[in-house]
């Protein structure tokens, strides 16, 4: 064979591989971009949000003191590590996992604003439109049940419907004893709370709101805007 033809051949015979080469580079770049990445979890916002859903369902379903990191963690399918690496302690976990995303003055103010003689029917379809709600109500049960046997819990669940909501709404009336008169409607709102979604009495729990309404709203009315009882008036 003689010189040229060979040089011919070597040259057809390199171009096949490199082509050859190209096609695997290519079909590597691909793969690698269509797969998902291996050992890796998702996104960082998605990841957080689906631990916080997780934690929401376990504190909601077993309380403070019985939900763990780990079964968090095995709940969101991700590393125990990972958990405490967003937020550092259970604690940490729980303050987020309770944080309620509306505003609470804005609440205040759907509930005051109308005739003075509606506020209690008011007050009662808006806690109950929070109980119930699929979007706030597993962090109302969670923090709910979490306030039974955690310290920590109870003073949050007393900052939010106390300190947020209800004494807002007492001092807005001007009676006096707003902070005793909040304090007598959260006895009844937080009791409706776990009766209603803890203790799962039937009745109540199947009834419609519109009739809870009924039932309950003209006693917290009595408590906001009512007369005080002449024994504790005369103390006065």
Not at 21 to 49: H, I
Not at 73 to 95: H, I, N, T
Request: charged share 25%; glycine share 10%; no cysteine.
């Amino acid at each position: 064979m003689s010189t040229t033809n060979r040089t011919k051949n070597d040259q057809r015979s390199g171009a096949r591989k490199r082509g050859a080469g190209a096609n695997r580079a290519t079909t590597s770049v691909s793969e690698g971009r269509d797969a998902p990445p291996r050992g890796r979890p998702p996104g960082p916002n998605l990841t957080r949000d689906a631990v916080l859903a997780a934690a929401r369902e376990s504190f909601a379903e077993r309380g403070y003191q019985a939900t763990t990191i780990r079964a968090v963690a095995a709940r969101a399918g991700v590393d125990p590590a990972l958990v405490m690496q967003y937020f550092g302690s259970k604690e940490g976990l729980f303050e987020a996992a309770i944080e309620f995303p509306f505003d609470a003055s804005q609440l205040v103010a759907r509930i005051v604003e109308g005739p003075k003689s509606r506020i209690g029917e008011r007050m009662v379809a808006s806690f109950l439109s929070l109980w119930d709600s699929p979007e706030f109500g597993p962090q109302m049960v969670g923090l709910l049940r979490s306030a039974a046997s955690d310290d920590k819990a109870a003073k949050r669940l007393r900052q939010v419907v106390e300190g947020e909501i209800l004494l807002p709404v007492a001092e807005s009336i001007g009676v006096p004893d707003a902070h005793l008169r909040a304090h007598l409607v959260g006895s009844q709102l937080v009791g409706l709370g776990f009766a209603r979604h803890l203790l799962g009495l039937d009745r109540l729990k199947s009834a419609p709101q519109h009739t809870v309404i009924s039932w309950i709203a003209p006693t917290i009315q009595r408590y906001l805007t009512g007369a005080q009882p002449p024994m504790q008036r005369g103390r006065q």
